[in-house]
């Protein structure tokens, strides 16, 4: 590892305040979660291919069924993340919904974006495509809080190890209400926020990624809680156009935690003890390029 990447990472580490030696993990594993789609009112468009569905064995008010489908939908996939670079990639298992056939996830990229601004935090850009109903590569980008996942691998990951969300935070759809009930899910591994990203340039069919930094705050007043904010980032195109897709990690298991770097463990497929640090804002600007734009933008906005 040279010197330069060394400094970088240490000042990363030290704004977070956790402490780390210079090697890297590189951390693999399955998970599953809920999927639900959100209407641009904060409406949930519920799943209509499934019939039965709850939330950890729950019923009633709690329960994720109502009118005859499901509010969320169960989903799973696999997830890699490295924390030396903040970056990762993901699957998500094919599901059917509306009966038109399966959803089927294409390319699945994460990246630590920090705060959002420049500065140390949690969270985490997504950007993937879906092919569905023969709508090819539709576009959806997500900003996940992965304070949970980071919480957990701060105190060391071993294989075969289950992430939770005990130390997460509760995603932007908890307690929707649908048809009078409320309908929670609890704290995440990695929670979608409310946040919602940047289109880059004329996002058509096929555009990935299609959401990117700055984030925009979302003003839109839910409809069914009226809580200012929607899950998700909304689609720019495609048949759920405006609407929001919220995938929410619930629980994770590690299939693999290999520690390299510098000062690798005697055993690096075994697992790993370093903690994972989300790459603050600023770092992935520069390598992205778009800091050159924000001056621009900036510069043109003082002038006038």
């Known amino acids: 590892m040279n010197m330069k990447k060394t400094l970088l990472s240490a000042a990363i580490v030290s704004a977070l305040g956790i402490s780390a030696s210079a090697s890297a993990d590189t951390i ?24 039965t569905c709850s939330a950890n064995g729950s019923t009633g008010t709690n329960s994720m069924f109502n009118a005859g489908t499901c509010v969320r939908t169960a989903v799973s ?27 089927l996830a ?3 990229t994460f990246q630590a974006i920090g705060d959002g601004v420049g500065g140390p935090g949690t969270l985490v850009l997504g950007n993937m495509g879906f092919n569905w109903n023969n709508n090819n590569g539709i576009p959806v980008s997500i ?20 992430v939770t969300g005990a130390f997460g935070v509760l995603p932007a759809s908890d307690n929707t209400v ?15 926020t409310i946040h919602n990203t ?13 959401g990117t930094l700055p984030l ?19 689609m720019p195109t495609g048949p759920f156009a405006g609407f929001n897709a919220n995938f929410d990690i619930m629980s994770m298991h590690v299939d693999s935690c290999t520690e390299t770097g510098d000062n690798p463990g005697p055993n690096p497929t075994a697992g790993c003890a370093v903690a994972a640090v989300p790459v603050p804002a600023a770092v992935w600007l520069f390598g992205s390029g778009l800091v050159g734009l924000a001056g621009i933008a900036r510069r043109k906005k003082r002038n006038s």
């Open 28 to 51: 693999t594993g399955s998970w599953t979660g809920w999927f639900t789609m959100i209407q641009a009112n904060g409406a949930v468009t519920a799943n209509s291919d499934y019939t």
């Open 198 to 210: 940047t289109d880059i340039g004329t996002v058509v069919l096929g555009t990935n990624p299609s």
């Open 178 to 192: 649908v048809g009078g009930n409320t309908f929670p899910m609890g704290a995440a591994v990695m929670a979608t």
């Open 106 to 108: 294409t390319t699945i």
């Open 216 to 234: 925009v705050t979302d003003t839109v007043v839910d409809s069914t809680t009226g809580e200012t904010g929607l899950g998700g980032s909304p």
């Open 77 to 103: 996939g696999t997830l890699g993340f490295d924390t030396a670079t903040g970056a990762g990639t993901g699957t998500v298992n094919a599901f059917s919904f509306f009966a038109k056939g399966n959803a």
């Open 143 to 162: 900003v996940l809080d992965a304070q949970g996942f980071f919480a957990m691998a701060a105190g060391g990951l071993t294989a075969s190890q289950t």
